[in-house]
């Protein structure tokens, strides 16, 4: 499966962006889908992810609550809602497609090129 993601950019704190990442080339309903994080010079980290139906979600501690994940399986998109970002939240979001809900990057088959969002404070 390809994922792209898009809706990054540039924020000033306290904004909100919707990021999506649609996927093609395969059967976007059997795979759990999250988003992940990395900042320059850091690894990448765990941000959300949603079961294949959209009936269960997980978050980081970091952005629960401010954070939402959805996805829309008749549009093989997964979105990222984020509200009230922090000059920490910026980096490049990348989405990925596994077999399940996870939160460990190694449980991912498929990634898809980031988007770069930037909070300026």
């Known amino acids: 499966v390809q994922l792209q993601a898009s809706g990054g950019g540039l924020v000033q704190a306290g904004g909100s962006l919707r990021l999506s990442c649609a996927a093609s080339?395969?059967?976007?309903?059997?795979?759990?889908m999250g988003w992940f994080l990395q900042a320059l010079g850091k690894e990448r980290e765990f941000v959300a992810t949603?079961?294949?139906?959209?009936?269960?979600?997980y978050y980081a501690d970091s952005v629960k609550g401010r954070f939402t994940i959805s996805r829309d399986n008749a549009k093989n998109t997964v979105y990222l809602q984020m509200n009230s970002l922090k000059p920490e939240d910026t980096a490049v979001y990348y989405c990925a497609a596994s077999g399940g809900l996870a939160s460990m990057p190694s449980r991912y088959n498929y990634w898809g090129l980031g988007t770069q969002v930037t909070v300026s404070s």
């Open positions: 949603i079961s294949m139906s959209g009936s269960s979600t």
């Open positions: 080339g395969g059967t976007f309903s059997s795979y759990g």
